[in-house]
């Protein structure tokens, strides 16, 4: 039956979501960006939240509860805190996704429970490539059979790499097709390169160059039949819903300005320029949140979730820019000052036209 | 509950019904009535008078439906098929919504048991606009006289869609809404139901439209109008104007159908927009062109963007309508939704249709094909019940909590 609400269990969690990003996230956005630097102690304390650890199969200690609407809904409200804190929050998913979906046994042994203990351990996840008109599906970074091993050659991009983390899941295309591997970041060959980008500038990135870079047989995730195009499907769901959080952020702090703003005598909000903008905002928010939902939704239900994903994403990331352009508008000159959020919003929107594997649901 | 995104058994098996209906019963007059403007397009109405009414016939009635999301996913589907025969339907249509909603026993029983008879053909309508009033509906001038058992009615309804179905065949009735006191402002203003044929009821022309041409879009005269005092629905106390009034069926109820059918008129736009996507899909695929949902946005074509954004634009008007159709069916309060529901479909579907036309070129724009026609068709979405632009300000009004006289 077409149903719009999140199930109580979901509510709760959105409930305490938002609390924290509003007591949490939140108030530090605006200095980490400045500082281009994490909060460490506060990602300890999201984790104790155990968001990515409530997806993961509890024969490795999870809470066995995965689900992408979850993930979507999670993903939105951390966002709307700050993209790049909800980045570096639910790193740990970008290899406990893989790795759940795509591992052996064996793998999920040796990986999935690392990611629940009571240390928090970023995930990293190496899609994106630096090279024009790059498609996240066919990676140009080679793996090349080595002894019983692979050679990895490439170049990434855009990797998140908080601190704390050993390894980074790299998708490269071998004889079969394109695969993941799990890399040492101190692996021989491997050099990491921080980056620096107009947004997300709190999230530690770096872009990637791997020169004969060896992985064991041990450490290739087992090549599956459109296994790379779920991982992109999933990160494009959590990043259309961070898109929407981050929308909805800057849309909060222009509906609230404008009805403290005074200008001939009276609220903008009071005038039709401003409200109806306002109003043409929070339609379209709710609209690309809704077609989010609708592919993780897809996705949960096992459902051929492709183009339901595309067009999602694609939206959202359309909408997440059009709506931070807009709050920067209705602040005027005060919108593009970086004491106020939109700003902020409309430098880490522009980024999702981008993002591969921000995150995954 | 939990998030849900497939409809009901049922409602699946009532759209593929409306489906079916649609393309062997609508399409093929489609042309035809846009053609013959303000003629009765008596074989369809004379078909679904016989055979369409009473719903799917696989429908379980053991199973649950998906309530008001069904209304809406008919509304679309008969409207992927047309939307002017749609309006056309012998229905008590805004009339018997009206009805239903404010109405007591006896009178929804003397209205509307002819929808439900086997005699000839009904229609209901309703009348609020006039020459100086369409958005503003609070300041109609159509007057209620009280005389006596009975209400005078004088004054001038335009745009009243099946006003010519509903003030000329026996049995219809148009609910006109005028003011008892002018003093009063909104709260003078009350609903009187007037059976069709009532002396002083003049149909005095039909529209010329850009589209939905198969449906009859009325201009209404009353003048020494006499209807009984039973055929006034709602309270007939008179509140001075307050905007927080309560429990009063006169200017709230009015704008309370609003919420509801709004919903359904945004579904309705999301039919002639789907009608003009499928077709554009179907003629790219006979083209050779194709959609790709896999490809890096740097290699997608001009047509491939064009085509994917308005997919994606008809699916969020689509469910931003499930969203507003659902709050109904539990009950709960849309006036947000609902607006936010019709702006968007009105919108998109203007949009859609238009940029289908200008894909197909010349065969767009010729009158061999309908996708001409769904552009014509499509606009009205945009307008009626309520414009974008008063949705807009509903919407605006809503999320910044101003009322209208704050927010004018």
Redesign the interface.
């Known amino acids: 039956m077409i149903d719009f609400d999140p199930s109580e269990e979901q509510q709760l969690i959105v409930e305490t979501v938002r609390q924290f990003a509003r007591n949490e996230v939140r108030p530090r956005a605006r200095e980490c960006d400045e500082a281009a630097k994490l909060p460490a102690e506060l990602l300890h304390e999201a984790h104790a939240l155990g968001l990515v650890a409530s997806g993961i199969d509890e024969r490795f200690g999870g809470g066995g509860e995965r689900s992408a609407l979850t993930g979507a809904l999670v993903a939105e409200e951390l966002a709307w805190g700050d993209l790049s804190i909800a980045a570096a929050i639910l790193s740990p998913s970008l290899e406990s996704v893989p790795v759940s979906d795509l591992a052996s046994d064996a793998q999920k042994q040796l990986w999935l429970p690392g990611l629940v203990g009571e240390r928090f351990r970023p995930g990293a996840l190496a899609l994106v490539e630096p090279h024009y008109g790059a498609d996240p599906l066919t990676p140009h970074t080679r793996a090349r059979r080595d002894g019983a091993g692979y050679r990895l050659d490439g170049e990434k991009c855009l990797v998140p790499w908080v601190e704390g983390g050993d390894h980074v899941l790299v998708s490269a295309t071998g004889d079969t097709g394109p695969q993941l591997f799990r890399v040492a970041r101190q692996a021989m060959g491997l050099r990491a390169t921080p980056a620096r980008y107009m947004g997300i500038q709190a999230l530690p990135t770096v872009e990637l160059s791997l020169q004969a870079v060896r992985v064991a047989a041990d450490d290739a995730l087992p090549p599956a039949r459109d296994g790379l195009a779920s991982v992109v499907q999933r990160g494009r769901v959590a990043q259309g819903a961070m898109a929407i959080g981050v929308a909805r952020a800057a849309y909060e702090v222009a509906r609230d300005y404008a009805k403290e703003r005074r200008a001939f005598g009276a609220p903008i909000a009071t005038k039709q320029a401003i409200a109806f903008k306002l109003a043409d905002m929070a339609i379209e928010i709710d609209a690309a949140r809704l077609l989010v939902w609708e592919a993780a939704w897809h996705l949960d239900t096992a459902r051929d979730a492709a183009r339901a994903v595309f067009l999602a994403h694609r939206q959202a990331q359309k909408v997440a820019l059009e709506v931070s352009d807009a709050a920067v508008q209705v602040l005027g000159g005060h919108g593009y000052t970086r004491e106020y959020l939109p700003e902020l919003c409309l430098r880490n929107a522009r980024g999702f036209a981008c993002f591969e594997g921000l995150s995954l649901v | 509950?939990?998030?849900?995104?497939?409809?009901?058994r049922n409602?699946q098996v009532a759209r593929a019904h409306y489906r079916d209906m649609a393309s062997a019963h609508m399409r093929p007059f489609s042309r035809e009535y846009d053609d013959r403007e303000h003629e009765l397009p008596t074989p369809w109405v004379d078909w679904f008078w016989k055979h369409g009414r009473g719903g799917a016939p696989d429908t379980d009635l053991s199973q649950?439906g998906?309530g008001m999301?069904q209304v809406c996913v008919q509304a679309e589907e008969l409207c992927w098929g047309d939307a002017g025969l749609y309006l056309r339907i012998p229905s008590a249509a805004l009339g018997g919504s009206a009805v239903a909603a404010a109405g007591t026993p006896a009178q929804k029983e003397r209205f509307l048991s002819a929808f439900r008879g086997d005699g000839p053909p009904v229609w209901g309508a309703m009348a609020i606009t006039e020459p100086q009033a369409g958005s503003d509906s609070a300041a109609i001038q159509t007057t209620a006289v009280r005389d006596g058992d009975e209400y005078v009615l004088d004054g001038t309804k335009i745009f009243c869609t099946s006003g010519e179905g509903a003030s000329q065949h026996e049995g219809g009735f148009v609910v006109v809404w005028a003011t008892v006191d002018k003093s009063a402002g909104r709260g003078g203003i009350k609903a009187f139901v007037v059976p069709a044929k009532t002396p002083g009821m003049r149909l005095v022309g039909t529209e010329k439209k850009l589209g939905i041409r198969a449906s009859d879009t009325a201009t209404l005269v009353l003048e020494k109008c006499r209807v009984p005092a039973a055929n006034l629905l709602g309270s007939a106390t008179v509140k001075k104007d307050d905007a927080k009034q309560t429990g009063d069926k006169g200017f709230k109820g009015a704008m309370a159908t609003f919420d509801a059918s709004r919903p359904i008129v945004a579904a309705m736009a999301v039919g002639v927009g789907r009608a003009s996507l499928d077709f554009l899909r179907e003629e790219l695929t006979r083209n050779g062109v194709k959609i790709r949902?896999?490809?890096?946005?740097?290699?997608l074509g001009a047509v491939e963007r064009d085509v994917?954004?308005m997919?994606?634009?008809l699916?969020?008007?689509r469910?931003?309508t499930?969203?507003a159709a659902?709050l109904i069916s539990r009950g709960r309060p849309n006036n947000l939704?609902a607006s936010?529901a019709k702006?968007?479909a009105g919108l998109v579907v203007t949009r859609i249709t238009q940029k289908a036309v200008e894909l197909l070129g010349p065969a767009g724009y010729s009158k061999k094909l309908l996708v001409e026609k769904w552009m014509r068709d499509a606009k009205i979405n945009d307008i009626y019940e309520g414009t974008q632009?008063i949705n807009?300000?509903i919407?605006?009004?809503r999320?910044?909590e101003?009322s209208s006289s704050?927010?004018?």
């Open positions: 509950m939990a998030i849900d995104f497939e409809l009901t409602a649950p998906d999301v949902y896999d490809a890096p946005a740097a290699a994917i954004d997919e994606a634009e699916q969020a008007a469910l931003l499930w969203r659902a939704e936010m702006a968007k632009q807009q300000l919407v605006a009004r999320i910044l101003y704050v927010l004018r």
